[in-house]
């Protein structure tokens, strides 16, 4: 499965918004997401991808952002595996 | 000094998530307390419960029911019904008289609860980053004055089992005397947690299961071994009496007399004479005697202490007239609520006003000769003329408050 579709069901298990508006283009807050909703997708994907995300790393805006940040991270911190559980 | 009427009320409760539900199965005496399914029930002896049956994605989407404890979305859950059933609509200059005073005994706990499980059982590096907003007391006070945009005061009281009567009735009083004209006030508690189970568990107060496991809560009667835990939500929409006849609402009551006093004596045990201090006290704030109260909502637990205690405290206040006033616990039906309790009592009080129907002591199969007053034993009785109603809370901590209601016609 690809980074945004991984992103896309976590979204999907998370919100009840469309999940069509999760595009690499679309900024966060297109989304509707605000701050305090961001710290916690962004925990979301820190369990799915079994990594850190760095506090200097949040000033993402677009999906495609946080798909480029996940895979970077995985590739450095992961790279053994990409599941926890797996 | 302003009156103040009750013009909408919700609840989610084991007997149910309506007030019509709720009541029915009180005027049934029908128990929610049941078996528990949880997993981790075979690490207690006391596997009973009335539990409520809630899914919140039927009550909230996904991105606002997560960032709820389950104590909250109860709470949320209620105000909504309260709200719609008082066909409240304000101004944004009301809503700066408007408010939010719910009451709680360990708010978000199931959250901390499962908090520190990940943290200690599962060594998570970092835990979710809205425990603290969601684990916090005041969050579910926080959701309603949110969700409804209300700018007056926004407050959570937690004295133990008191604390939603002590939210309705400090919330009468701030109506009474002009710093408001709008306060959805009630309680929520959601509990029902390994830990905390076995918390109440090792004190001793809880009930041993009985043979039919609905029936494990016995106020009242001899044969009683304590109470069992309960979890959920009520809220009520009280206004001042001139907002509520401006608007043409429905008047389920009005809020006569409110009695808060501590027992400042001992942590765990009651005190006659602070339960009936309380009780005087509310009833003079009410400016009424002995005569006028036609049932009482008893805080009856079904532990000794406190079934004892209050049967003689409400001799105390009553004379002879104690034995003529009916008096139930319906925590023989819905379990102890704990910091929900005194709303969800007061919800029953006042729709057996509404019902002309008093709820029985629905488990009281044997007469206690220490308590020898009329608890209302099996059944429910029907076509009774209610006019006043008195609900009673003790807890632990030693803060007792009463509450009485008087019908509008």
Redesign the interface.
Known sequence: MSTLERVKNIFQ?????PVEMIRPEATIESIGIDS??K??F??AL?KEFNI?IPDREVSLNSIQDIINIIERLVHEQNGRSNHKDA | MRRVAITGMGIISPLGNSCESFFNSLAAGKSAIKRITTDFSEHFSGRIAAEVNFVAENHF???IA??LDRVSQFALAAASQAWMDAGMQLSEEKKRRAGVYLGTGMGGATTLEDSYDQLFQQKV??L???TV?MVMNNAAASAISMQYGLKGPCLTFSTACSSSTVAIGEAFRLIKHDYADVILAGGAESLLTRGIMMSWESIGTLALEAEDPSTSCRPFSKDRTGFVLGEGAAVLVLESWNLAMTRGAHIYGEVVGYGSTADGEHITKPSVEGQSFAMKAALHDAGMGSDHIDYINAHGTATVANDVAETQAIKNVFGRRAYDIPISSTKSMHGHLLGAAGAVELVAAVLALKNRTVPPTATLAVPDPVCDLDYVPGKARTGVDLRTVMSNSFAFGGTNAVLIVQKHE
């Open positions: 298990k998370n919100y009840d918004f305090l909703d710290v916690d962004l925990f820190e850190t | 989407p996904k991105q997560r960032t590096k970092r979710h980053p809205l907003v």
